[in-house]
């Protein structure tokens, strides 16, 4: 093999290994996504809170310690509603379950729909915030000018870190574009249909 055709190889070889690195990396960051929402799911890294129920845990409340918990509500451009916390901080104690009323405001006549997205601050606080009953774990649905209150219900677990003596849930509402999804699963079901093929090949038919 003289060297022309030794450096055709080496191209090649070249080429072969660059598209497959670039594959890979293709591969790695379309799975990122996924793979790092998993990983703060379990670690509480960021603040993400599980979107599900918890069941209270019925273990001893420790009363020797207090912990500071704060509340933030925030809005956010293209939803017209206002959201308020009947007490912005309270002090609950390991192991105890509580409850405290968030109320939401529709200004607009209209109807709307939105949800509240939660945080927690620390993030290593996540793990050990059980909540029980939430108004985030689905969306909501105002009329024009309607108020409505919904009561958080949490526990903080007894082993939460002696470190942390606040925590900070931080609740941000989004709009969602109902008529959309409304829309999307119509389609859906019309499309698993069995009798949806037949009646579209019937009025073809009637049309030709």
Same mark, same amino acid.
Request: overall charge negative.
């Given at each position: 093999m003289d060297s022309r055709e030794q450096n055709q190889v080496g191209v090649r070889r070249t080429v072969i290994?660059?598209?497959? *690195?670039?594959?890979?990396?293709?591969? +790695?960051?379309?799975?990122? #996504?996924?793979?790092?929402?998993? +990983?703060?799911?379990?670690?509480?890294?960021?603040?993400?809170?599980?979107?599900?129920?918890?069941s209270i845990v019925h273990e001893e409340v420790d009363e020797s310690r207090y912990v500071n918990v704060q509340f933030i509500t925030r809005g956010s451009a293209g939803?017209?509603?206002?959201?308020? #916390?009947?007490?912005?901080?309270?002090?609950?104690h390991p192991?105890?379950?509580?409850? *405290?009323?968030?109320?939401?405001?529709?200004?607009?006549?209209?109807?709307?729909?939105?949800?509240?997205?939660?945080?927690v601050s620390p993030s290593n606080a996540t793990r050990h915030l059980r909540k029980v009953s939430c108004f985030c774990f689905e969306e909501q649905r105002?009329?024009?000018d309607e108020r409505l209150t919904i009561p958080l219900v949490f526990q903080l677990?007894?082993?939460?870190?002696?470190?942390?003596?606040?925590?900070?849930? #931080?609740?941000?509402?989004?709009?969602v574009d109902r008529a959309e999804q409304n829309a999307s699963m119509t389609n859906t079901r019309l499309m698993n249909n069995p009798n949806?093929?037949?009646k579209n090949n019937k009025a073809a038919g009637e049309t030709i």
């Open positions: 290994r660059t598209l497959a *690195v670039l594959v890979g990396m293709f591969a +790695f960051a379309f799975a990122l #996504v996924p793979l790092y929402d998993v +990983f703060c799911q379990i670690t509480g890294i960021n603040g993400k809170v599980d979107a599900t129920a918890q939803l017209p509603w206002q959201m308020s #916390v009947e007490m912005r901080q309270m002090s609950v192991g105890q379950t509580a409850e *405290v009323d968030f109320t939401f405001t529709n200004n607009s006549p209209s109807e709307s729909w939105g949800r509240a997205v939660p945080s105002l009329q024009g677990a007894r082993d939460l870190p002696e470190e942390i003596n606040t925590i900070t849930l #931080v609740y941000t509402l989004y709009p949806y093929e037949l």
